[in-house]
């Protein structure tokens, strides 16, 4: 099989194109066919500096298969092989899923993966594969944001920091379409407040215009503010917040963002996106019924994935990038 990876787990390894055998599942696992792969900042964060990410990449070496190191983690494929033991999935069938370094699995830089049942979720005829390779890290971690501590509901208010990104995009799309939110509110920069808008946000803000918490703040208070960039201060966010308010840190990758969660009255929660088949069920189902819409920047072929991450670094993509593995 084919795989972009790395030769170790050391910082800056570049990333080459390698040819290893193809897997034979176990007895309780899956061979999917991978089409096309998500990419999300994760991918290129584990590979630089930092504390946290030097925790990610020891625990990645302790936990996951031995080197070469595939990394990624969202795909979509066509189930390719089934372990005797398996019953809910059959070949052929069109999935979803996320790998998991720390059940010993490869990344799903590949044109194959082999997982567990658990992690996939089937998808219906209407979901193309390409925009179910979008959904797993961004979607389901948009999702949890949403739901996880304090849900979201009829009557609730949600404020969304970095809305025109890979998270912020579904964040607003969930909590107004599929949570039915009351009000949501958005903030990125002027050129994507139309986008914003379009996705249902109720109120837009231009963080290029002003301080946007300052303006956020005619608007709430808001019961979930998801932080999708990680620089505006914790403490700013928890004022805007109801009494039972969530401030869900999702870019709270820094030591001193996890601090956070330890400042009274703990309002601020770091979270961790589990794309798994039981959390990726409600997103299938959301696009599927046109509640969620992915929008693709770039797809690029699997080789490509350093110019993925370069553009994803850059920060400035609005949309998903999708590398296709599979012609
Ligand atoms: N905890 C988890 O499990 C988890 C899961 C997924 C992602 N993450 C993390 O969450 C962060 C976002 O991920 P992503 O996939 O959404 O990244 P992304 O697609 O690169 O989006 C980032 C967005 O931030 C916006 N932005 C930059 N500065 C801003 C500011 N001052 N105010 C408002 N918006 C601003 C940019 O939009 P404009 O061009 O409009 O400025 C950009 O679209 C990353 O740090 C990622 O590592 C964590």
């Not at 290129?44 to 936990?63: C, T, V, Y």
């Not at 070949?91 to 997982?115: E, L, P």
């Not at 009000?183 to 050129?191: E, R, T």
Request: charged share 15%; with cysteine.
């Amino acid at each position: 099989m084919i795989v972009m990876g790395s030769k170790s787990w050391k910082q800056g390894e570049p990333l080459v194109r390698m040819e290893l055998e193809t897997p034979v599942p176990g007895r309780k696992q899956v061979v999917v066919a991978v089409h096309f792969i998500g990419v999300n900042p994760v991918d290129w964060k584990m590979r630089q500096s930092g504390p946290l990410r030097f925790a990610a990449r020891a625990l990645g070496a302790i936990r996951g298969p031995k080197p070469p190191v595939v990394i990624g983690v969202d795909f979509a494929g066509v189930v390719q092989a089934i372990g005797s033991d398996v019953t809910t999935f059959a070949v052929g069938d069109r999935v979803v899923g996320g790998s998991n370094f720390s059940r010993g699995q490869r990344g799903s830089y590949a044109d194959t993966v082999i997982v567990y049942p658990d992690q996939l979720c089937k998808l219906p005829d209407s979901v193309p594969l390409d925009i179910a390779g979008c959904l797993p890290v961004a979607g389901v971690t948009a999702h949890m944001a949403l739901t996880q501590y304090c849900p979201i509901s009829a009557g609730k208010k949600v404020l969304v920091l970095g809305a025109s990104g890979g998270v912020g995009q579904f964040a607003v799309q969930i909590a107004k379409h599929v949570l039915n939110a009351d009000l949501v509110a958005g903030v990125c920069s002027a050129k994507n407040v139309q986008l914003v808008k379009d996705l249902g946000a109720d109120i837009v803000l231009d963080y290029t215009a002003g301080d946007p918490l300052l303006a956020a703040q005619a608007h709430g208070p808001y019961d979930v503010i998801v932080d999708g960039v990680g620089s505006y201060p914790a403490a700013h966010c928890r004022k805007l917040l109801t009494k039972d308010g969530a401030h869900i840190m999702v870019a709270g990758d820094k030591a001193e963002s996890m601090l956070q969660i330890a400042v009274p009255p703990f309002q601020s929660k770091a979270i961790l996106g589990a794309p798994d088949g039981q959390h990726l069920l409600p997103l299938v189902q959301a696009v599927a019924e046109g509640k969620v819409k992915v929008l693709i920047a770039h797809c690029l072929p699997l080789a490509d994935a350093q110019k993925a991450h370069d553009l994803s670094q850059g920060g400035r993509v609005v949309g998903k990038i999708v590398l296709q593995a599979r012609p």
